[in-house]
């Protein structure tokens, strides 16, 4: 089983923290009304009319599902509102107490929904077909997951509703357009079920919705708006996605030129472009490739003026402000062509700072699956590459005053404790200063990786009567 890996490099402290209420193992209820079985959700909401809410989650170890169920999805304040629009389903793989039969049953479940993150939560109509996607986002969003944890006590579920009400209104509209086609004909019933179909996530519609892709491709085989040729373009990207393999060590069969090839056959734009370019940037750095990697993470900003009609966002949510701090990175990364390290750091900002929009935001890796994250495919790349690339910058230095070179190199970043860079810190730094010299120079979070750790008190002598 993959232990909890977040985005923002928790420790594992924080993974294994046990979960407060076991989800009971066999009973069709979880908590406060949400269902933990399918067939008796799916039963309900076929009675109901009621959408589906299902939360895929990992209780034992994954701390934003913790997050999200303790602070947000177990209030009577969010709870109230959603049992007017949903028959809620609490898929918790990895609580404690689980029969495995039940487990069983819940990892089938998240293969079906094809879940590669915790948390998920699935937005579906009363049929158990998927049309929106979101997860736990915390309300302050840093590189430190420090900061993190101590915005956790901000969550309000008056917020996550927010979150999922422009989902919601989509579902809505997606079923009114589908209502709408019945009642049409011809070239009129072919813009109703575009428009209709438009409002659900792409993938989805490729895996879930397949017959009402083929009616559409009947009553409009010449793609009058282009529809069918996006969608064509968003699963070639997708089984790409499926190739490549998420975590840190991604398939090394794919290339570069695999991706070019992608984006120059389906003539990718938009936020499809944005998804692949993200995708080559990501294999640039991994591959040492600093100046390439920046031009392309450019050229995705540029693509921002391509997106169409039918990009929601779903993807690459990306906000003005992201594309501000991308383009200044990108254009401090190019400044100094053969600087390594001034590289090195844009590419920081970029990957391990969150100017390059994620989706998955927080998350942990599902049982048994594992989605294609740029952030954490790099992050191994990165802590290797940055590392050396300090240490040949400071070559010409010695004793303390490399030393401080160093530590003043590492101001500002959050890289992982692989390679170089651990090698850097717990090493190079301590050797040439002393362990407690190294952390009194080292930024946070550095300083924790050198100092000592505090021995127990001896026991007590016991007094002498």
């Not at 101590?150 to 209104?169: C, H, M, N, T």
Request: charge should be neutral; include cysteine; glycine fraction near 8%.
């Amino acid at each position: 089983m993959k232990r909890l890996i977040l985005f923002l490099s928790a420790t594992a402290a924080l993974a294994q923290t046990p979960a407060k209420a076991p989800l009971p193992p066999e009973t069709e209820m979880s908590h406060d009304g949400w269902f933990a079985e399918m067939p008796s959700a799916l039963a309900e909401a076929k009675k109901t009319g009621l959408d589906l809410l299902i939360d895929f989650g990992g209780s034992d170890w994954c701390a934003p599902c913790k997050w999200l169920k303790e602070n947000i999805l177990t209030k009577p304040e969010f709870n109230e509102r959603a049992v007017r629009h949903f028959v809620r389903v609490d898929i918790d793989s990895l609580a404690r107490g689980l029969s495995p039969e039940r487990k069983a049953r819940y990892v089938a479940l998240q293969k079906q929904y094809r879940i590669g993150t915790f948390p998920s939560i699935i937005l579906a109509t009363p049929e158990g077909e998927p049309y929106a996607w979101t997860t736990y986002i915390p309300v302050v969003e840093s590189i430190d997951i420090r900061v993190v944890m101590a915005g956790v006590k901000q969550d309000r579920p008056e917020s996550f509703w927010r979150q999922i009400e422009p989902l919601i209104l989509r579902g809505k509209i997606f079923r009114a357009g589908l209502a709408k086609a019945e009642g049409l004909t011809g070239t009129a019933k072919a813009d109703a079920l575009t428009d209709a179909l438009a409002e659900v996530r792409p993938d989805f519609l490729l895996w879930y919705h397949t017959a009402k892709l083929e009616e559409l491709r009947a009553l409009d085989p010449s793609d009058r708006r282009g529809f069918l040729a996006y969608l064509a373009g968003c699963k070639a990207y997708a089984d790409l996605e499926d190739r490549i393999g998420g975590g840190y060590e991604l398939n090394p069969e794919v290339k570069v030129v695999d991706v070019d090839a992608l984006i120059g056959k389906f003539h990718l734009k938009g936020e499809t472009l944005q998804q692949a370019l993200a995708m080559k940037a990501t294999l640039l750095v991994m591959q040492g490739e600093l100046g390439a990697a920046l031009g392309t993470i450019g050229a995705f900003a540029a693509a921002q003026n391509g997106r169409g009609a039918f990009d929601r966002g779903d993807y690459q949510p990306i906000t003005a402000e992201n594309l501000a701090a991308l383009s200044r990175s990108v254009a401090r990364g190019l400044a100094k062509p053969g600087d390594t390290v001034a590289q090195y750091r844009a590419l920081h900002d970029i990957f391990e700072g969150q100017q390059l929009p994620n989706r998955y935001k927080i998350s942990c890796h599902a049982t048994g699956g594992s989605a294609f994250q740029p952030i954490i495919a790099v992050r191994k790349s990165m802590a290797e590459g940055f590392g050396r690339a300090l240490l040949a910058a400071t070559a010409s230095l010695a004793g303390e005053a490399r030393a401080r070179a160093l530590a003043q190199g590492l101001e500002g970043t959050y890289f992982l404790s692989e390679g170089a860079i651990r090698t850097v810190v717990t090493q190079t730094i301590p050797e040439l200063v002393g362990k407690e010299a190294a952390s009194a120079i080292l930024p946070d979070p550095y300083k924790a990786w050198v100092a000592p750790r505090p021995r127990p008190a001896p026991p007590a002598t016991p007094k002498q009567s």
